[in-house]
């Protein structure tokens, strides 16, 4: 079973930035496809950034590129979103998720982390 805890969620006012961490229990962390999706009240969860298994090949929503960094430290066991010029439409609960096949199939998650931007 794979646990993974988010961490870093907090209140913003726009233009800040968060960092979001999200720690797994599992020893094979390197062996998965990592993955941040968020979900705003009364809209349906969609998916943020995510990272190969060495990281060396990321991933973006449009509404997130250019201002959402996604990066992983194996050794660690811990993924990690930067979150830089953070506008009231990114307010939403942030989950980590691992995918262990590859395919875009996320099958673990975390509980979320709260995001609130202010403007």
């Known amino acids: 079973q794979v646990q993974l805890v988010e961490s870093g969620g907090g209140l913003v006012q726009a233009g800040g930035s968060l960092r979001l961490s999200c720690a797994s229990s599992?020893?094979?962390?390197?062996?998965?496809?990592m993955g941040w999706f968020r979900q705003a009240p009364g809209k349906e969860r969609e998916f943020v950034a995510a990272?190969?298994?060495?990281?060396?090949?990321?991933y973006y929503a449009d509404s997130v590129k250019g201002r959402f960094t996604i990066s992983r430290d194996n050794a660690k066991r811990t993924l990690y979103l930067q979150m830089n010029s953070l506008k009231p439409e990114d307010t939403a609960v942030y989950y980590c998720?691992?995918?262990?096949?590859?395919?875009?199939?996320?099958?673990?998650w975390g509980q979320g982390t709260q995001v609130t931007v202010s403007s």
């Open positions: 998720a691992a995918d262990p096949v590859g395919t875009a199939t996320y099958q673990y």
């Open positions: 599992v020893h094979t962390f390197s062996n998965y496809v």
């Open positions: 990272a190969n298994k060495i990281g060396g090949y990321t």
